[in-house]
């Protein structure tokens, strides 16, 4: 009888333990499935309409921006950040000549927020996958300051939005939805890699007293 239980515990347990390494796998990526921020501080200059007037493109993980995204800068280069202030930090979204930005997602979300200033209406259009428009909101002029807003969809299918006002006189800080970590392509995130250790740390432990009292 005792022999059995111990053929069955050996037997059993680096079952367990595959089991528990594959809940860490997964609850690190469920982590990722929460809504993060990109708050475009820390970019290259070559990022920044100042110094290369590079578009930034798919530089943060989870979405790509385009076609003329660059970056303003209040300490080192200096704009008239008195009437396109950033939200937070330093810096904000910002088209070179075109009236508009694109941020197209690598999965569709729910979701889409952030924080504008524009001297007139700005707006948010929300497309699916296929290119079809799916709802917009519009907020008003609001030079000098900032203002939140969003759309939302039912359902995940927002694969695209276009931020835009009547001409080319807005700005753009933290955007927040799904699967955006704010960390730049090849960074891993931090938070869920440790939530996903400490979650198989912890597993480990309890089949440690388990077995071994």
């Known amino acids: 009888?005792?022999?059995?239980q111990a053929t069955h515990i050996k037997m059993t347990l680096p079952t367990k333990l595959k089991l528990l390494a594959?809940?860490?796998?997964?609850?690190?990526?469920?982590?990722s499935a929460f809504a993060g921020t990109i708050d475009?501080?820390?970019?290259p200059q070559?990022?920044?309409?100042f110094g290369g007037q590079v578009n930034f493109g798919n530089f943060w993980q989870g979405v790509t921006f385009g076609p003329q995204s660059t970056i303003l800068e209040d300490q080192?280069?200096?704009?008239?950040?008195?009437?396109?202030?950033?939200?937070?930090?330093h810096a904000v979204l910002f088209t070179i000549s075109l009236p508009y930005i694109e941020a197209v997602f690598d999965n569709p979300v729910d979701q889409v927020d952030l924080w504008y200033t524009s001297i007139s209406?700005?707006?948010?259009?929300?497309y699916d996958s296929g290119g079809n428009l799916l709802t917009s909101s519009v907020g008003?002029?609001?030079?000098?300051s900032n203002s939140p807003l969003g759309v939302s969809w039912a359902t995940k299918d927002i694969k695209k939005i276009v931020m835009h006002d009547s001409g080319n006189y807005f700005t753009v800080d933290d955007i927040t939805a799904d699967l955006l970590t704010g960390n730049p392509r090849g960074v891993p995130?931090?938070?869920?890699?440790?939530?996903?250790?400490?979650?198989?740390?912890g597993g480990l432990a309890l089949l440690r007293r388990k077995y071994h009292p």
């Open 1 to 4: 009888m005792w022999q059995q």
């Open 22 to 31: 594959a809940l860490a796998i997964g609850s690190s990526t469920g982590a």
């Open 40 to 43: 475009f501080e820390n970019m």
């Open 46 to 49: 070559d990022y920044w309409y």
């Open 76 to 89: 080192v280069f200096g704009y008239n950040s008195a009437g396109y202030p950033p939200h937070s930090g």
């Open 121 to 126: 209406d700005f707006v948010i259009d929300a």
């Open 140 to 144: 008003g002029a609001n030079y000098g």
């Open 189 to 201: 995130d931090s938070l869920s890699t440790v939530s996903a250790l400490a979650f198989a740390m």
